[in-house]
C-alpha cells in the first residue's frame, strides 16, 4: 500500500514542512487541492447535497501544479499530485504545460488528478459554460495526451480547435498518470475511460466498495488498461491491518489525515510512518 498526505487540509504555512516530512519518511505521494477563483455571490457555491456554501470567498488559492514544482525543489522522491486539478477551466496548452512542466522539474513525479468540478461560480466568472464540463474535460484529456506524446499534433473538435503545434518538451514519464476524481457515473465512465486511475472522495470500507465495483465493472465494458491505480481518501483509517482490507479490495493508495490539529501534523506523520513502517529509502517507489 502506498500514503499520500493532504497538504489541502492543513494551512498553507504548513505545506512545506508537511511535504519535506513526508518525502523524507516514506510517504509515496502528497496532494493538493485547486480552484482557479471564487465569486463572491454565495448562492452559485451550494456544495451538492447541503444547502450551505462549499466555500468562503476570502480562502487564499494558488496555482496547484506551480505550487509543487516549488516543492519538487525541496523534496527529491515523494510524488506530486492534484487532487484534484479544474482541467477543463484552461485551454488544454494551459494544463499540459503546466504538469509536463512539473514532471520535467520534479524528474518525472508528477500525478495529473483532475476533476469536473461542482461550482459553477468559477465558471460562470471564467466565461465557460458549466453544463459542458464533463464532455469538455473529456476532451481535454485527450488533446493533452497527444501533446504529451506526438511530435505534432493538429485538433477540430467541439470545444477546442487549433492548427498543428509542436509540444515540447515531453514529460519525463513515458505516460504522466492521469487520475479523474469524482463519483457520479460520469466521473466513473471518464475514469475507466480515459484514464490512468481514480480517486475517491472520503470514505470507508464499507462505503467504498460500490463504488469500486462500479468502476471494475466499466473497466471491464471498456476494455481493461494496465497500469490502473485507485487512490482513496481515507481519513478515519485505524490500523495496518485496515490497510490491508483497503489493499483486498483494490485499492492501491491511500490518501491519509492521521492528525487532529494541523501544527500536530509532522509529528502525527512521524508515528504514521512508524505504526505503518515505512522507509524514507523507499519513498516515491
Known amino acids: 500500500m502506498r500514503f499520500g498526505v493532504p497538504l489541502g487540509l492543513l494551512h498553507p504555512a504548513a505545506w512545506k514542512d508537511v511535504a519535506v516530512a513526508a518525502d523524507e519518511l516514506g510517504f509515496e505521494s502528497v496532494w493538493l487541492p485547486e480552484h482557479l477563483v471564487f465569486t463572491t455571490d ?3 457555491a451550494i456544495y451538492p447535497g447541503t444547502d450551505r456554501p462549499g466555500i468562503s470567498p476570502t480562502t487564499p488559492l494558488f496555482d496547484a501544479p506551480a505550487y509543487l514544482c516549488w516543492l ?3 523534496t527529491s522522491r515523494v510524488r506530486l499530485g492534484t487532487a484534484v ?3 477543463a477551466l484552461r485551454h488544454p496548452f494551459v494544463s499540459a504545460r503546466a504538469f509536463a512542466t512539473l514532471d520535467v522539474v520534479s524528474g518525472g513525479r508528477a500525478i495529473c488528478g483532475v476533476g469536473a468540478g461542482w461550482y459553477p461560480g468559477e465558471w460562470a ?3 465557460q459554460d458549466f453544463a459542458t464540463r464533463g464532455p469538455r474535460l473529456d476532451e481535454a484529456i485527450e488533446v493533452t ?5 506526438e511530435p505534432a499534433v493538429a485538433h477540430d473538435g467541439r470545444f477546442f480547435s487549433f492548427p498543428e503545434v509542436a509540444f515540447e518538451p515531453k514529460p519525463v514519464q513515458e505516460r504522466l498518470p492521469i487520475l479523474a476524481g469524482g463519483e457520479s457515473p460520469a466521473a466513473l ?4 475511460r480515459l484514464c490512468d486511475g ?3 472522495m472520503p470514505h470507508t470500507l464499507e462505503s467504498v466498495r460500490p463504488l469500486l465495483d462500479r468502476l471494475a465493472a466499466l473497466r471491464e465494458a471498456h476494455g481493461s488498461r494496465e497500469p490502473f491505480s485507485v487512490t482513496a481518501h481515507a481519513y478515519a483509517l485505524e490500523s495496518p491491518e485496515e490497510a490491508g482490507a483497503w489493499e483486498a479490495l483494490g485499492v492501491d493508495r491511500m490518501i491519509v489525515r492521521p492528525w ?3 501544527r500536530d501534523a509532522v509529528r502525527a506523520l512521524t508515528g504514521f510512518a512508524d505504526r505503518y513502517g515505512l522507509d524514507g529509502r523507499d519513498a516515491g517507489r
Do not use: E, K, V
Not at 495526451?145 to 506524446?149: E, H, Q, T, V
Not at 465512465?189 to 475507466?192: E, F, G
Open 42 to 44: 454565495l448562492s452559485l
Open 72 to 74: 519538487a525543489a525541496l
Open 85 to 87: 486539478h479544474l482541467y
Open 125 to 127: 466568472a471564467s466565461g
Open 145 to 149: 495526451r497527444r501533446l504529451w506524446s
Open 189 to 192: 465512465r471518464r475514469a475507466a
Open 198 to 200: 481514480w480517486i475517491s
Open 260 to 262: 487532529a490539529r494541523g
